[in-house]
């Protein structure tokens, strides 16, 4: 695991929330300094600690360690399906225009090159 990335990342996300350290330590019942440690990626974490970092930042724990995890070949497929799932027919059907109309541009984009 590349601690350093998912240090860089947490803190990106801290300061998104215009959070200090220390609030932000506050909030999850850590110390100051632990946080600290942890975006320096001196550190490694508990579990626990990056589920509750996650919730804290409103983001899930797979986009904390992007870095960390190895992608197949379905993976975006799987995000992508889940996504439209919990959308009605009518915003499902606008998702595939819009893809169709992305797909129809970057072909005509790389037959031009």
């Not at 001196?42 to 589920?51: A, D, F, G, N, V």
């Given at each position: 695991m590349d601690?350093?990335?998912?240090?860089?990342r947490?803190?990106?996300?801290r300061l998104?929330?215009n959070?200090?350290?220390?609030?932000?330590?506050?909030?999850?019942d850590?110390s100051?300094?632990?946080?600290?440690?942890?975006?320096?990626g001196?550190?490694?974490?508990?579990?626990?600690?990056?589920?509750k970092?996650a919730?804290?930042?409103e983001?899930?724990?797979?986009e904390?360690?992007?870095?960390?995890l190895?992608m197949?070949?379905?993976?975006?497929i799987?995000k992508?399906t889940?996504?439209?799932?919990e959308?009605?027919?009518?915003e499902?059907q606008?998702a595939l225009?819009?893809?169709?109309?992305?797909?129809?541009?970057?072909?005509?984009?790389?037959?031009?090159?």
């Open positions: 601690y350093m990335q998912l240090g860089s947490l803190r990106q996300e998104k929330h959070l200090t350290q220390e609030r932000l330590a506050e909030k999850i850590v100051h300094a632990y946080i600290g440690q942890i975006e320096r001196e550190r490694s974490l508990t579990l626990e600690t990056l589920i970092l919730n804290q930042l983001v899930t724990a797979d904390l360690l992007l870095e960390s190895k197949n070949d379905n993976h975006f799987h992508i889940k996504l439209l799932q959308r009605p027919l009518n499902q606008m225009n819009m893809l169709e109309v992305m797909f129809t541009h970057l072909d005509q984009m790389d037959s031009t090159k």
